[in-house]
């Protein structure tokens, strides 16, 4: 199957128990979720995946064009969700993959029977009305950041950092790795994250959602996660006592609870 | 200063006899050196950060260039807060992720945004502090100034992106001029197959070989195949000399030696100087209707034999004989006879193909050679111009890197 190698599916948890599906957002990989998989993994099925771009998704799969925009990424989580058969997951999106998923279920509502959205932001810039956070010029910034820290990255560390995908522990090499993606698939994913507006997309939420904030964010500040709140009807917003963009590296208990008992209400 | 008072104008103390060196001296200096003046005036910006990122302890240099008062720092904000909006994400988005998995990151470009406004390039260098049972407990940072460096790397990212875009351009450029040489289709004589193929040894230059197929006024068919010497932009003058002036003396008087005889006086008169000439086989073909094959009259200047490969599955070179076009004043050519017969395929190739480097040469220099082609042409006889041309071409790949000159092909059958 295409999209086990595509996407370097990994499965972890319970058989038998309901699917949560755990996406990266922009910057590293699947390894993200590292602290929470085990928690999660006692009550339910864990599908981890790298993006196209990132980790050791193949790095054939790669099209500049495709990649250009979130849909498709969302393509390919529908195309995940698919080919492996997975029944009714709740989809839990990091950042840029909130966004992600919140694409996928409105385009195809009934493959999901919930929404968590960790850290979201539908849009990063400021407008008149809207404080996103940042300008376009902190963008260009962003852009610019990754070509400087890039130059030190060179092709001859893409076997290291792509190959071998055999080896699931958490060695030497991974340590290398992570994080260290190829300058321009970082481009375009970074483009794709933070030039994108998705503020519309929201209203059409039809599923179970949950949004996961930290009280102090430096990307998503809790005013962005209130706006999510009030724009997808229904939905709980639950703020946890954690510092920085990445509660599952700086609260994994917190964050595995809040994603533990939203999931046993979806299946009450 | 007197030898008795010797003590160094810089040093931190007296001396007790008043009879130090100068290298004691120093040495004394550094032991005074005080460590806690030597983290607050250090050459570079130190930082502690709590776990979540607020600031616990700041070193005076960082406070200098920030144009921060300590007391608005210190428990009050969180290193990215130092940052520029793209360096906040960045922090968040690979820093710290990568940090939290390493427990150590060094090397990293970030801009500060200091008090007035201003960004200072800087390169950051972060590690874990752990407590004795291993828990993080904070994050140690050192901080160096990077203005100079970062306009350094600018240009040398301008220069590579400038770089790739010319690159591009003459890939673009050499394609487009090693397609103008060569025919844009190739054209078959009635009756008769016809396949050609070129390979450039190299993407960045224009290679030396070319070869036409073209139709004359009675029915007859004029073709050649030849190799430049060099490569590059001013072997592309001498190919397209060459061939133009190869075609259109055979047009004019379709023989073969007198057309190798005008384009030896051309390229003598025009290139004698530079030491420009080339090999090549011209030919005039008759198809033969009614028999179903044809024959062709050819002349050779220092070129590789053609193969005749025929339909009971034998080969045999055709003999020629020629001195190299453009090489001396004078030189003649002559003719000789080919028949084809129906099922025979005759195949022209350039040097490059012979001359390729190979892991299986039996040759003294590790050429594939003239036996190899023969051997090899025998395999796959009898054939036809297109299963032929696609025969050698995949031969053409096994050489690899041993592909080191540009090769051309060009067959031509009877069915």
Redesign the interface.
Known sequence: MRVWDRNNVRLAGRAEGPTVVLAH????DQ??WRHVVSEIGQWARVVLFDHVGSGKADPAAWDADRYASLDGYADDVLSICRDLDLQQPIFVGH?VSSSIGVLAANREPDRFSGLVLVTPSPCYIDDETYRG???R?????????????Y??WSSSMAPLIMGNPERPELGEE??AS??RTDPAMAQVFARAT?LSDNRADLAAVSVPTLILQCA?D??APPEVGAFVHAQIAGSQLVTLDA????PQ??APEATAAAITSFVRAAYR | MTATGGRDPHGPGPSDDGSARPSEVGFSALLEDDPEDLYENAPCGHLSTR???TIAKINGTLLAWLGYRREELVGRR?F??LL???????????F???L???GEIG?????LRTKDGARMPVLVTSVVKAGSEGQPQLIRTAIFDATMR?SY??E??NARRAAEREDERLRQLVGKLQRSLLPAVLQTPPGLESAAYYRAASTDEVGGDFYDLFPLEDGRWGFFLGDVSGKGVEAAAVTALARYTLRAATVYNPDPAAALRNLNTVLWQEYRQDARYCTVVSGILTPTPTVGGFTAVIASGGHPEPLLLKADGSVHYHPTKGRIVGAFPNSRYTNATVVANPGDTLLLYSDGLTEARSATSETADGRYGTAALARFAHSIAPTNATTAVAAVTELLGTFGAGLTDDTAILAISAP
């Open positions: 957002g922009f910057g590293c390894h993200m950042s956070g940042f300008t010029d902190d963008i260009d910034d962003l852009l610019e950041s990754l070509d400087s820290n130059l030190g991974l340590t992570f994080c933070f102090q430096a990307i510092t920085g963009h990445c590296l700086s | 776990l979540d990122g969180r990215s807060d520029t909006g793209g360096g906040r994400i960045y922090h968040e988005t690979h710290a992720p990568m939290a998995m390493r090397g990293v470009a970030l801009d970062r790397e600018r040398l990212l």
